[in-house]
Structure formats: C-alpha cells, structure tokens
C-alpha cells in the first residue's frame, strides 16, 4: 500500500474509496476481470471476479493510487 506519495514524495497519504452510483444508491467502485460485457439491462458481472477498489490520495498533491484486493 501507499505509504509516501510516488509523486511529490509527501507522507501525508490517506486511505479511501471511490463513489460509484447506481440507480441513486452510492455503492463502492470495483474492479471487475476482463472485459465489459454489455446486456439490455446494464453489465453482466461475476462475484467471483469482482474486487472492491481501495484508494490512496497524496494531501499534498492529489495523486491517487488504486489497490483491487
Ligand atoms: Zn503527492
């Protein structure tokens, strides 16, 4: 995990997550394996190969840094 920014070598870094919304429900961004698979009815997904999506934000510059574990 990030612990001092790549970019400005900062060690003010705070954990987080990124917003996804869906149908007015704010839920957390996620990776999923391979690619999208387009229905009528909006993505087809698999638990299985879905991970949630951590984040990492330099306070100092703003760079962020995604961890899908
Ligand atoms: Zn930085």
Redesign the pocket.
């Known amino acids: 995990m990030m612990r001092d920014?790549?970019?400005?070598?900062?060690s003010?870094?705070e954990e987080g997550f990124e917003i996804d919304k869906a149908h007015g429900e704010r839920v957390q961004a996620a990776f999923h394996k391979g690619k999208p698979d387009k229905r009528w009815w909006g993505l087809k997904t698999s638990k299985a190969d879905t991970l949630p999506i951590t984040q990492y934000r330099?306070?100092?510059?703003?760079?962020l840094e995604s961890y899908a574990i």
């Open positions: 920014c790549p970019k400005c070598g900062s003010q870094v330099c306070a100092r510059c703003g760079y």
